[in-house]
């Protein structure tokens, strides 16, 4: 079964900044397969929500309100990793992290719309 691996999370001050990055290595990477990776993350006592997107073949990014200005997703094709930059991070960004992707190559907010997801990483900001 296809794994997506997370890493890059820990505990960091409120205004700090962390990199996340997820090894898609188990995807297979074809020229007739169109992916889109995205980031979501689960806050202690809520939903897994949306917060960001891009597509594999053309890197066109997509970001919930709450990450737009603040976080920067990117893929590494040679690596077949991507990346979630979050700066100037807040209590409330304080969630589990998960990475996911789709064969679809379509960048959506909706978690049911993506094939394969990592377990996740913590990350917590305290103020």
């Known amino acids: 079964q296809v794994q997506l691996v997370e890493s890059g999370g820990g505990l960091v001050q409120a205004g700090g900044s962390l990199r996340l990055s997820c090894d898609c290595s188990?995807?297979?990477?074809?020229?007739?397969?169109?992916?889109?990776m995205g980031w979501f993350r689960r806050a202690p006592g809520k939903e897994r929500e949306f917060v960001a997107a891009?597509?594999?073949?053309?890197?066109?990014?997509y970001y919930a309100d709450s990450a737009e200005g603040r976080f920067t997703i990117s893929r590494d094709n040679a690596k077949n990793t991507v990346y979630l930059q979050m700066d100037n991070l807040t209590p409330e960004d304080t969630a589990i992290y998960y990475c996911?992707?789709?064969?679809?190559?379509?960048?959506?907010?909706?978690?049911?719309?993506?094939?394969?997801w990592g377990r996740g990483t913590q990350v917590t900001v305290s103020s």
């Open positions: 996911a992707a789709n064969n679809l190559g379509i960048t959506s907010t909706l978690e049911n719309n993506y094939n394969y």
């Open positions: 188990q995807l297979s990477f074809d020229r007739y397969t169109l992916y889109a």
């Open positions: 891009i597509t594999w073949s053309h890197g066109v990014p």
